[in-house]
């Protein structure tokens, strides 16, 4: 178990974030938080000096694809993941960041098992995750290497990889939005890809999507395809 910080005027109980608690003991402080997880109204936020505080809403994420009729034969994301009808496919998102992306292959029909590393974000997901009503989304704490007994038992078809990368080789026309930036400063770079590609290769699944720049360099081998979207390109890899 890892402890987790979290700033509260009001005493945390300890039925109150319950998901939390499967991964870390939880230490309250009352002090005035100025960075840093902070606890108000039954509400998680992550509260940054210089850029205020954020929160997941997994429910608004799902509710912006409403109007969208997505055809999962012509959407680069779906295609290079290779989805199939509703619940077919089992994705595993290696880094699931905001969930932007799982929301948006769950709307794509898949089942996602998503995992997160950094503390703070795992934990604003697990958060968000408790008011979201899905039987086909999971969110797990830690790296997704750390999963092999998972990865045994209920083994995904698919693995989904969005590294954080340095801002070159990205579109350097849009600004990030401020979330994209709170989480550069909260996870950094994400430096071990090709760790990351080696377990994936060695891992017995036989599909790996990357996510990339439209213009970045692919990540260490030659994809055996791509699939190049509006803001993104998902380079597919079959093992
Ligand atoms: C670029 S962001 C992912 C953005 C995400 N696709 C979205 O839609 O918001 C990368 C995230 O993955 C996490 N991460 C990177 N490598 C990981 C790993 N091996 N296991 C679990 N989480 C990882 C980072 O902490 C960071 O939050």
Redesign the pocket.
Known sequence: MEDLFIYSETQIEPEELSPLRTYFDIEQSSQNCVEGLLYRDNELYYRSKERGDIQFNLNELWASHQNKKYSINREPLAKSLGIKGQGMTHVWD?????????ILILKFGARVTA????PS?AALLLSAREKFNSNSFQINFG???DYAELLKNDPPDVLYY???YPEEGKKKSALPRKEMQV?REL?GN?L?EEE?FKWAKGSGVKRLVVKRGVKSPTLTARPSSKYIGKSARYDLYIF
């Open positions: 290696l880094t699931c960041g905001s969930a932007k992306d799982s995992f997160e590393r950094n974000v790296s997704a290497l969005d590294p954080m989480f996870v994400d071990d990351v």
